[in-house]
């Protein structure tokens, strides 16, 4: 109770002025700052990019002028009211927060002091090219700049540690002043967004892997932006992204029939039980039917993460399976096969007829595949039809040599 009290003195305490400042309500305040409007008038609008949301089922946008509002299911409370963030464009006046934005989070923009916990919004960051605006990172991702070049580039700036995406340091991320905490939302049982705002942290849920289907995760990427005033880039990023997808899908429609797929995970030391596998109603499990391909884990399975099987109830389950997807490195799937013969009962495995994970960006690709959804199918259709892309190599996952 005195860390929340001592939280909330210091939001107090922080300074109101500047553009882009979490919180800020001076009209026209540093109306000539890079990215503030210096000619506001009642009834201009200030954002002639605009994105408009045509796959995904979670999130939605309206401009008014001098705002946007972007309004998306809250996945950790889905009995709860809609999360809604008021985007009011630095220069003009801070819209007032009553009537159908009471509740919403105030954001000037475009942002330029960002804190990200979320893998998938730092790629949809990475990608709109704001790197620089990245103050703070989950201590996760940090320690991945060590070992990771891609990383490494979006860490360049040095930007501090916040803590962990369960656990963030208030004092740092009230101290670095950040406008928005980009951060997953990982569903319902969860409440790291709600605990953040709870504090007086301006976090923002990234949603998009709970998502049903691929394109509309990738479409998060026009949300994100949307912080930036970054439409333009995104909307042609997203129809980029759309295209290779669809191209995919005419290319394998009808050729690979009759196969059946598991995606799952196998080791242990990434909290895996024997197996977990993606049943039908995840954003991979659809991506599976969208391929022609059945799903073995698809039976008694709606959990929208996979659910685990003990070592007896996957023999059965996936007993006719010919093909397996294993979302662990390529190497540590080895060394967990290696290590419990048993897994050679499972034709796939014994076979060497299955993908796994790369070992060299396996990160970088953890963090981006969620948004690049047209090389995440076409890796899953060169594993199970190599034959219709001669010469293809997988970009995140790839066959055991």
């Known amino acids: 109770m005195k860390r929340l009290i001592g939280t ?15 919180g800020s309500g001076a009209p026209g305040s540093q109306a000539d700052a890079a990215g503030c409007a210096a000619d506001h008038a009642e009834g201009r609008d200030h954002f002639p990019d605009k994105s408009t949301v045509t796959e995904s089922e979670l999130w939605n946008i309206s401009y ?18 809609d999360l809604k963030y008021v985007l009011y464009q630095c220069g003009t006046p801070r819209p007032e927060a009553t009537g159908e934005l009471a509740g919403a989070l105030f954001v000037q923009v475009p942002v330029t002091n960002v804190a990200v916990t979320s893998f998938n919004a730092l790629a949809m ?29 979006v860490a360049a700036g040095k930007p501090m540690s916040i803590g962990e995406y369960t656990e963030l340091d208030k004092e ?15 569903g319902k049982g ?3 967004i709600s605990n953040a705002r709870a504090a007086g942290m301006p976090g923002v849920s990234v949603s998009n892997r709970l998502e049903r289907h691929a394109l509309a995760s990738a479409e998060w990427i026009k949300m994100v932006a949307a912080f930036y005033n970054a439409e333009a880039a995104a909307n042609t990023e997203f129809d980029a992204i ?14 690979i029939d009759n196969r059946r797929a598991g995606y799952l995970c196998v080791a242990a030391e990434r909290g895996c039980e024997f197996f977990h596998g993606h049943g039908a109603e995840t954003l991979v499990g659809r991506l599976l039917t969208q391929l022609g391909v059945g799903n073995v884990f698809a039976p008694d399975n709606p959990a929208p993460n996979g659910q685990p099987y ?19 490195p390529l190497k540590m799937t080895r060394d967990t096969l290696s290590a419990d013969p048993r897994t050679a009962q499972f034709k796939p495995f014994k076979d060497n007829n299955f993908i796994a994970g790369v070992d060299d960006n396996f990160e970088e690709c953890r963090a981006k595949t969620y948004l690049d959804v047209d090389v995440l199918i076409k890796d899953f259709a060169i594993g199970l039809a190599p034959e219709l892309f001669p010469g293809a190599k997988g970009t995140c996952f790839a066959r055991p040599s």
């Open 8 to 22: 909330a003195v210091a939001l107090l305490a922080l300074p109101l002025t500047g553009c882009g400042v979490f």
């Open 64 to 81: 008014h002028n001098s705002y946007k509002t972007i309004t998306l299911d809250d996945t950790e409370n889905t009995d709860g009211a």
């Open 125 to 153: 960051v990475d990608r709109l090219g704001k790197n620089d605006t990245v103050k703070g990172l989950s201590g996760q991702l940090l320690g991945n700049a060590a070992k990771d070049e891609w990383y490494g580039a």
């Open 172 to 186: 740092t991320v009230l101290g670095l002043k950040n406008q928005v905490v980009l951060m997953s939302g990982f």
């Open 190 to 192: 969860f409440d790291d």
């Open 242 to 255: 759309r295209t290779r997808y669809e191209e995919v899908v005419s290319a394998v429609s009808g050729k």
């Open 310 to 328: 003990d070592f007896e109830k996957a023999v059965g389950t996936a007993a006719d399976a010919d093909f397996f997807i294993v979302y662990d």
